[in-house]
């Protein structure tokens, strides 16, 4: 790898472009400009595209007829650094060790695009024009759930009609082994607060009289599983597909699997919905998720009041052919019907986004594997994942074209945890990948 | 009212005497040195105790054989004072407005002390002595727990030994209604804590493969009472001492009640314990609340993390006859019964203190009622209280002694609260009470 592709890295993980806080603004911006005076530098044609909130950057070469027009699409925002204590090393103060690059963003994403960016410049310098039409995108939003990247492809339809789009942002199965993503589960998020008394109470002098917001948050988060693990929301599991038998036989050859994520994650025992292997729980089955929950008092010790309000952060993870604004409604009814007269609901709808599934049989999914057999020099395992990446589903509906998700992330990488990290070696995969793939769906 | 007894109570109140912060500990002393002058003045023998941290200050006059000995428990620490800016004037510069004084400390504790030091002073000026054998103690650490009056207690026995205790630090049914206050609630406190994967998880990738430790805790939450709101812990009202006839009977008549629990909390609609009242609930009926629960993501938006670990810091209030240390082990054993395998459960034992309850017909009550009556002119309503006073407990247990709550406090007066206030009238009231309490002890 070259050291100028490193020092590339290491300057975008600098940046702090953490997109949900409003204080980090300047950062994410700051970023976006770089990657769009980089791309410059390559020849290539830039243009930033400010949003209502933070910036969308462009780059194509010029298109000629003939070629396919292939979009590769990356997002240079990142997720909060919570809990920070729990870092090892600042996160926005890369670090080396063992082979693994840490830092925040490292895998999630700017690892991956910038191995993209990375072998686009050498395919440049070594050729001067690359073999296909291209458009390279890169959003500010997406840990934000990309509130403004639709309107813009609505907008600009014309200039991104594409034939195929590539994302590496998914993860492969296990370091070497090239894979490839054919679904993702969609999502829909929501907050629930109830609300109970005007001003936090002392608990001696009401206790007993009034309802405790904690405890009835926490009686309606516990309606929504049975206890053998299933959601008990009436009707959600309604559009469900259920996983096919190749699937099911597929899978079970793949490594991970239970042990994995037993290890993984280090929890006692796992646990799921039943009838269902550890790879069907996480790729095929609908989740219900409490992200945070929150009510009184947080610090040392104890403090005895009975706390104004009490809220819980959902995400409903969603599996093909369910439809988030149909599970939205049947959460908020699933609430409103278990919620007590004692306290007042409040739901606020978060992000949504479809799921979603292609043809991994498709002439450019075929190339696309070929491309990862011949940077990995080992057969392609077909997956799907549990992680959503609702801007699949734009590119479907408002640009017509499917994606091919070519991840480059590790089980192990800590995605949107402390201490994320990313694996050099797959930094300098993807920058190859970049380049056999291009030429793999030139010829498709 | 004499102008010196107010020109007293608003020396006291000058004094920052807040016990839990450091930078006012000299503020602290100079509070208990002036308490210690001003019952020197009145020809008291004093003393001053130091302590770990605040000084305990007591005066007594010289003891006959042949009258009873009676402690005044009284203390001069106060809270802070935040949320500052929502005080109307400076909380150390006492304001009289509309025949109340406003002021930190005014209602808790001083106003209330102050009043029984200035009856001390009348009495002694009047007739050179007090009618029974007198041990004033005033602490500065009431507000942090009383760290050090159970070993001042114990160290002192000899010293302290009286026949019976007076407080006035508790409430008033209403303006006007003599109070005597012969039950409180005692404490538990246990912290839960699950603890599921070794570090936030991405809950699309791992989401259907673990339990998540905020829903885990959510469930365990809803096993603690039953859909009607009783106590679902096996066990935890087998020591219910019942509502008494007598009581039930008594506390229909009194003020207050539900329609004033709804106006002062502002809750939709009011929730408690079947078959019980709303007085009853809240001061002879046990109940668990969380005062806290916290778990996952805490800010804005959304963050797509199972959490490592989820919290519930639970305060259980006990009654006649429950005993805290068997409570706690009730409660381990349901959590240590509902928590899942899934999960490694943590439980930490917090403060407690036993519940409290004296014969209001014992012939010290009969006595304090009287001085109640002659005080106020009016029938003196018996209560218990819902909050805990700990050294209640404490000096049952090391004096022997039992304790007279004739509290001066109305449900406004803000206690711990912005623009704390304290009538004059009942501060006029005190005075009175402390000289006609003294003398119906005396020949009790």
């Given at each position: 790898?070259a050291?100028a592709?490193?020092e590339?890295?290491?300057?975008a993980?600098?940046?702090?472009?953490?997109?949900?806080d409003?204080r980090?603004?300047?950062?994410?911006?700051?970023?976006?400009?770089w990657?769009?005076?980089r791309?410059?530098?390559?020849?290539?044609q830039?243009q930033?595209?400010?949003?209502?909130r933070?910036?969308i950057?462009?780059a194509?070469?010029i298109?000629?007829?003939?070629?396919?027009?292939?979009m590769?699409y990356?997002h240079?925002?990142?997720?909060p650094?919570?809990?920070?204590e729990?870092?090892q090393?600042?996160?926005f103060?890369?670090?080396i060790?063992n082979?693994?690059?840490y830092?925040?963003g490292?895998t999630?994403?700017?690892?991956?695009?910038?191995a993209?960016?990375?072998?686009?410049?050498?395919?440049?310098?070594?050729?001067g024009?690359?073999?296909v039409?291209?458009?390279f995108?890169?959003?500010g939003?997406e840990?934000i759930?990309?509130?403004?990247?639709?309107?813009?492809?609505?907008e600009?339809?014309?200039?991104?009609?594409c034939?195929?789009?590539?994302?590496?942002?998914?993860g492969m199965?296990?370091a070497?082994?090239?894979t490839?993503?054919?679904g993702l589960r969609?999502?829909a998020c929501?907050e629930?607060?109830?609300?109970?008394?005007?001003?936090?109470?002392?608990?001696?002098?009401?206790?007993?009289s009034?309802?405790n917001p904690?405890?009835?948050l926490?009686r309606l988060?516990?309606t929504?599983h049975?206890a053998e693990?299933?959601?008990?929301?009436?009707?959600?599991?309604?559009?469900v597909?259920?996983v096919?038998?190749?699937?099911r036989e597929?899978?079970?050859?793949?490594?991970?699997?239970?042990?994995?994520t037993l290890?993984?994650?280090?929890?006692?025992?796992?646990?799921g919905e039943?009838g269902y292997?550890d790879?069907e729980r996480?790729?095929?089955?609908?989740?219900a998720?409490?992200?945070g929950?929150?009510?009184?008092y947080q610090g040392?010790?104890?403090?005895?009041v009975?706390?104004?309000?009490?809220?819980?952060k959902f995400s409903f993870?969603?599996v093909?052919d369910?439809d988030?604004?149909?599970?939205?409604?049947?959460?908020?009814?699933?609430?409103a019907?278990?919620c007590?007269?004692?306290?007042r609901l409040e739901?606020?709808?978060g992000?949504?986004?479809?799921?979603y599934a292609m043809?991994?049989?498709?002439?450019?999914g075929?190339?696309?594997?070929?491309?990862?057999e011949?940077t990995?020099?080992?057969?392609?395992?077909l997956?799907?994942e549990?992680?959503?990446?609702?801007?699949?589903?734009s590119?479907r509906?408002?640009?017509g074209a499917?994606t091919?998700l070519?991840g480059?992330?590790?089980?192990?990488?800590?995605?949107h945890?402390?201490?994320?990290n990313?694996?050099l070696e797959?930094?300098?995969?993807?920058?190859?990948?970049?380049?056999?793939?291009l030429?793999?769906?030139?010829?498709?």
């Amino acid at each position: 790898m070259a050291s100028a592709h490193l020092e590339d890295l290491l300057t975008a993980l600098r940046f702090r472009s953490i997109s949900t806080d409003s204080r980090y603004t300047a950062d994410v911006l700051a970023n976006a400009e770089w990657l769009a005076a980089r791309l410059k530098a390559d020849g290539l044609q830039v243009q930033m595209h400010p949003t209502a909130r933070h910036p969308i950057v462009t780059a194509r070469n010029i298109h000629r007829a003939g070629r396919p027009t292939v979009m590769i699409y990356g997002h240079y925002d990142v997720q909060p650094v919570d809990p920070v204590e729990q870092w090892q090393s600042d996160p926005f103060q890369p670090r080396i060790e063992n082979g693994r690059i840490y830092a925040r963003g490292s895998t999630d994403n700017k690892g991956q695009h910038m191995a993209h960016l990375c072998g686009l410049s050498d395919t440049l310098r070594a050729h001067g024009d690359l073999p296909v039409n291209l458009i390279f995108l890169l959003e500010g939003e997406e840990e934000i759930g990309s509130p403004n990247l639709e309107p813009f492809l609505q907008e600009q339809r014309a200039n991104l009609a594409c034939d195929i789009i590539a994302i590496s942002d998914t993860g492969m199965v296990a370091a070497g082994v090239p894979t490839f993503t054919y679904g993702l589960r969609g999502i829909a998020c929501v907050e629930v607060t109830v609300h109970g008394p005007t001003i936090d109470l002392h608990s001696g002098i009401f206790g007993g009289s009034v309802a405790n917001p904690n405890t009835i948050l926490s009686r309606l988060v516990a309606t929504v599983h049975d206890a053998e693990g299933r959601i008990a929301i009436e009707g959600l599991y309604d559009a469900v597909r259920p996983v096919q038998a190749w699937e099911r036989e597929a899978w079970s050859k793949l490594p991970g699997g239970a042990a994995e994520t037993l290890a993984l994650t280090g929890v006692p025992a796992l646990f799921g919905e039943p009838g269902y292997t550890d790879h069907e729980r996480r790729w095929a089955r609908p989740t219900a998720e409490v992200n945070g929950i929150g009510g009184g008092y947080q610090g040392e010790g104890s403090k005895t009041v009975i706390p104004r309000s009490a809220f819980a952060k959902f995400s409903f993870r969603l599996v093909p052919d369910q439809d988030p604004a149909d599970i939205l409604k049947k959460v908020e009814a699933h609430f409103a019907r278990y919620c007590p007269p004692t306290v007042r609901l409040e739901i606020k709808i978060g992000h949504s986004g479809a799921p979603y599934a292609m043809d991994p049989n498709s002439k450019f999914g075929v190339a696309a594997r070929r491309a990862l057999e011949t940077t990995f020099s080992k057969p392609t395992a077909l997956i799907r994942e549990g992680g959503s990446i609702p801007i699949v589903q734009s590119f479907r509906e408002v640009l017509g074209a499917e994606t091919l998700l070519l991840g480059l992330a590790l089980p192990d990488c800590q995605a949107h945890a402390p201490n994320e990290n990313f694996p050099l070696e797959n930094f300098e995969a993807g920058i190859r990948l970049n380049q056999h793939l291009l030429e793999a769906l030139a010829s498709a």
